[in-house]
């Protein structure tokens, strides 16, 4: 039987988490804080801002434009993340039928779009969606089309371009569970008759539910922090909460509005992430 840990060998083992408690509480607890103090604080015109405590910030966030800004962003975060999930399930599923010889070409390619910067990804679409030399115009030399047209900037072609650089995550994320996946489901339902299309609408993805919902959730916050695909593809009216946050606080100098709608971005995506590890731990058998 062994000797109960002393407390010196209790300090030790506890001894390496400081640092990353350290450094979490220097690079995230002190700038959010800052950020939500800042969010309170009033806008000098002509100047910066004052600390004086306000919640005027967080009201005019609140009006109807910012509301379907807010709107807007969590819908296009929403259906990237549903578009990721119909087309991602069912590739990794097929990818992990593989022999790993097979595999291997298939995540290497998918670790190759993680490796591209937005700004590549942006003007690679707007590129492939423009009149001049876009897929348009091997549709119109084929006869699909009248005559080559222009896609971008548009909803589709933002839509396009954020599920480009989702999709690899949610794949990637999606792996490891559907490799573990006990091969005898989908060969029981066989068995009794099933389709294999069926097969895995009614018994492989309902065995998946927890880690579709995580991955669904990963792929939402990941979205709502979108960027420059909104500005490279889209119009003004695609643009997303972030790049509002951005125009504020930069262009605009209107450092504690800015402040307010982070705030309420990094709220969001830390109460998403949290559902998804209470998810998660749900899922583990007991």
Same mark, same amino acid.
């Given at each position: 039987?062994?000797?109960?840990?002393?407390?010196? +060998?209790?300090?030790?083992?506890?001894?390496?988490?400081v640092f990353?408690?350290?450094?979490?509480?220097?690079?995230?607890?002190?700038?959010?804080?800052? $950020?939500?103090?800042?969010?309170?604080?009033?806008?000098?015109?002509?100047?910066?801002?004052?600390?004086?405590? &306000?919640?005027?910030?967080?009201?005019?966030?609140?009006?109807?434009? *910012?509301?379907?800004?807010? /709107?807007?962003?969590?819908?296009?975060?929403?259906?990237?993340?549903?578009?990721?999930?119909?087309?991602?399930?069912?590739? &990794?599923?097929?990818?992990?039928?593989?022999?790993?010889?097979?595999?291997?070409?298939?995540?290497?390619?998918?670790?190759?779009? /993680?490796?591209? @910067?937005?700004?590549?990804?942006?003007?690679?679409?707007?590129?492939?969606?423009?009149?001049?030399?876009?897929?348009?115009?091997?549709?119109?030399?084929?006869?699909?089309?009248?005559?080559?047209?222009?896609?971008?900037?548009? *909803?589709?072609?933002?839509?396009?371009?954020?599920?480009?650089?989702?999709?690899?995550?949610?794949?990637?994320?999606?792996?490891?569970?559907?490799?573990?996946?006990?091969? @005898?489901?989908?060969?029981?339902?066989?068995?009794?008759?099933?389709?294999?299309?069926?097969?895995? /609408?009614?018994?492989?993805?309902?065995?998946?539910r927890t880690?579709?919902?995580? &991955?669904?959730i990963i792929?939402?916050?990941?979205?709502?922090?979108?960027?420059?695909?909104?500005?490279?593809?889209?119009?003004?009216?695609?643009?997303?909460?972030?790049?509002?946050?951005?125009?504020?606080?930069?262009? +605009?100098?209107?450092?504690?509005?800015?402040?307010? $709608?982070?705030?309420?971005?990094?709220?969001?995506?830390?109460?998403?992430?949290?559902?998804? &590890?209470?998810?998660?731990?749900?899922?583990?058998?007991?």
């Amino acid at each position: 039987m062994s000797a109960p840990a002393t407390a010196g +060998q209790r300090s030790g083992g506890q001894l390496p988490l400081v640092f990353p408690a350290l450094m979490l509480f220097a690079f995230f607890v002190v700038p959010f804080g800052l $950020m939500i103090a800042v969010s309170f604080f009033e806008r000098v015109q002509g100047g910066f801002y004052v600390p004086i405590f &306000t919640t005027a910030n967080y009201a005019r966030f609140l009006s109807l434009f *910012f509301g379907e800004v807010l /709107l807007f962003s969590l819908a296009l975060s929403a259906a990237v993340s549903a578009i990721c999930l119909t087309v991602g399930a069912p590739f &990794t599923y097929l990818l992990t039928r593989l022999s790993r010889r097979a595999q291997v070409p298939w995540l290497v390619a998918m670790l190759a779009v /993680l490796s591209l @910067s937005e700004v590549i990804i942006g003007f690679a679409w707007s590129t492939l969606l423009s009149r001049t030399a876009g897929i348009s115009n091997l549709f119109a030399a084929i006869g699909l089309m009248d005559g080559p047209d222009s896609w971008s900037p548009s *909803f589709g072609a933002v839509l396009a371009g954020m599920v480009y650089q989702a999709l690899p995550y949610a794949v990637l994320v999606l792996y490891p569970s559907f490799s573990r996946l006990d091969p @005898s489901l989908a060969e029981a339902a066989r068995t009794l008759g099933a389709s294999p299309v069926r097969s895995f /609408l009614t018994v492989i993805l309902p065995a998946m539910r927890t880690t579709l919902i995580a &991955t669904f959730i990963i792929v939402f916050v990941f979205a709502l922090g979108a960027y420059l695909l909104p500005q490279l593809l889209g119009r003004p009216q695609h643009w997303t909460l972030s790049v509002l946050i951005t125009d504020q606080a930069i262009y +605009q100098s209107n450092m504690p509005f800015a402040a307010a $709608m982070a705030v309420f971005l990094v709220i969001a995506s830390l109460l998403l992430v949290l559902l998804t &590890t209470v998810l998660g731990h749900k899922g583990k058998p007991a």
